[in-house]
């Protein structure tokens, strides 16, 4: 069955750097582009972009460029999440979700990963 | 960008009744070509991650209950869950995947009242 395993809370101080992986099992990894959202606390999701599983090619939403990074590792299957000089507002669980092909819908989502910035 | 609105924010409907979540797009999202709406519903429970319910508008997800059902077309649709159980309370969200950057509604909370 298809999984999404994210890796665990992080708190990080402002300036700092956080990586956030999502492990994909149960399906071929690289046929299914990879989308990541934003959900800051107590609000709505917001899409941050996605990657083409295949080339690597990255697509960023407009304000999740400069210091968001999304990569891959094939040989294990996983989508990574680099953002980097951290700020409060940067405090949010990020979610990444399977989509079938460009413009198709979310089929699966991992679990997210909750990421805390302060001092 | 496609906004997308929902209403109402929040909704309360007793067990067992009709409970009925609206969805608008700032512009279509019907593609012409294939006459498909390019909107999905998702679930999303406390402390969980959302779930896809229904996708094409109107098709549900394998393993969704028939109680959940999508219409609609262009800028306007409607997700309807026709008898109401305990285990449906949740925060509900549209979403337009018909261009980027994928948009989601703010989302409407439904409570058992």
């Known amino acids: 069955q298809v999984q999404l395993v994210q890796s665990g809370s992080e708190l990080k101080k402002p300036g700092a750097s956080v990586k956030v992986s999502c492990k994909a099992s149960?399906?071929?990894?690289?046929?299914?582009?990879m989308n990541w959202v934003r959900q800051a606390p107590g609000q709505g999701l917001e899409w941050m972009g996605w990657?083409?599983?295949?080339?690597?090619?990255?697509t960023y939403a407009q304000g999740f460029t400069g210091r968001f990074v999304f990569s891959l590792d094939t040989s294990v299957s996983t989508a990574y999440l680099q953002i980097s000089d951290l700020k409060a507002e940067d405090t949010a669980v990020y979610h990444c979700?399977?989509?079938?092909?460009?413009?198709?819908?979310?089929?699966?989502w991992g679990p997210g990963t909750l990421v805390t910035v302060s001092s | 960008d496609i906004v997308m609105t929902q209403s109402p924010d929040s909704l309360a409907v007793s067990l067992g009744e009709r409970a009925t979540i609206n969805c608008k797009s700032s512009?279509?999202?019907?593609?012409?070509?294939?006459?498909?709406?390019?909107l999905a519903w998702y679930q999303q429970k406390p402390g969980q991650s959302p779930k896809l319910l229904i996708y094409?508008?109107?098709t549900r997800e394998s393993g969704v209950p028939d109680r959940f059902s999508g219409s609609g077309s262009g800028t306007d649709f409607t997700l309807t869950i026709s008898s109401l159980q305990a285990e449906d309370v949740a925060v509900y969200y549209c979403?337009?995947?018909?261009?980027?950057?994928?948009?989601f509604g703010q989302g409407t909370k439904l409570e058992i009242k």
């Open positions: 979700a399977r989509m079938l092909q460009a413009d198709y819908y979310f089929d699966y």
């Open positions: 149960g399906y071929t990894f690289t046929s299914y582009p």
């Open positions: 990657i083409n599983t295949n080339t690597g090619n990255p």
């Open positions: 512009q279509t999202v019907l593609y012409n070509s294939n006459n498909r709406n390019y």
């Open positions: 094409w508008a109107s």
């Open positions: 979403q337009q995947y018909y261009s980027t950057p994928y948009t």
